[in-house]
């Protein structure tokens, strides 16, 4: 579990330019799983010791994977099991382990995901405007269809349907992903106001922006089946 050693540690390591390499597989610390490594979330030692988020595992050095929810790491610590797990995986070198890494955690996670969102938004690929989702959405040509966390049902429900209807997938229940962020930080990542709905039409930038949102919504359990992603019409969530 290296990496090159051409990066230090200082918090977390965040550039969405760099997306962690898929295909391998790495062993989740405390279930024992074994799971792709972009499912799981790499912690890595800062200077000071400390065991901090490296949600790129771009940090050099030996580190070690989590892949349980927010709720359970927050369990593993309160019983000293992360302790002892991480004791294990960095061959007994001093550790500190702050008492807010599962907010650092998910801090990283976030700011992960609306970073690849910033940047697919400067590259044109994000659709915004009901109207505009939705006529895109009855032309069958959206791959991905997100809703924000603080989204009106009726609006929701609206532009679930005018997917269904260009998927032909009419009465099926399908609809798009209810993030686990709400209007406010989506407004601030995308830099626009009020975005309520966003959309992808585009396969390839629907897979860079599925796999943060996987791992997001896997630590946060927010509730909500991953995207699925490689072939056409993949990277929504369905139900």
Aim: charged share 30%; with cysteine; net charge positive.
């Amino acid at each position: 579990m290296r990496t090159p050693p051409n990066e230090s540690l200082s918090s977390d390591i965040t550039d969405p330019r760099r997306p962690l390499k898929t295909g391998a597989e790495r062993r989740c610390i405390l279930s024992g799983e074994t799971r792709p490594a972009d499912e799981l979330v790499r912690l890595a030692i800062g200077p000071d010791g400390q065991v901090l988020p490296d949600v790129l595992a771009r940090a050099p050095g030996r580190g070690a994977w989590i892949g349980v929810s927010r709720p359970a790491l927050e369990k593993a610590m309160a019983k000293g099991q992360l302790k002892g797990a991480l004791a294990r995986a960095f061959k007994g070198a001093p550790l500190a382990i702050p008492d807010d890494l599962p907010q650092r955690i998910e801090d990283a996670l976030v700011r992960n995901f609306t970073d690849r969102l910033g940047i697919e938004m400067r590259a044109g690929k994000i659709v915004l405007g009901s109207d505009r989702i939705a006529e895109h959405a009855r032309g069958g040509v959206l791959e991905l269809l997100l809703h924000a966390a603080d989204a009106a049902p009726d609006g929701t429900a609206k532009l679930d349907q005018a997917w269904r209807v260009g998927r032909e997938r009419e009465g099926s229940g399908e609809r798009g992903t209810r993030l686990p962020l709400d209007r406010e930080a989506l407004s601030v990542a995308l830099g626009r106001d009020n975005v309520v709905h966003l959309a992808l039409a585009d396969a390839r930038a629907t897979t860079r922006v599925s796999g943060p949102l996987l791992r997001l919504q896997n630590f946060t359990g927010a509730g909500e089946p991953a995207p699925e992603t490689g072939g056409a019409g993949d990277g929504i969530t369905r139900h």
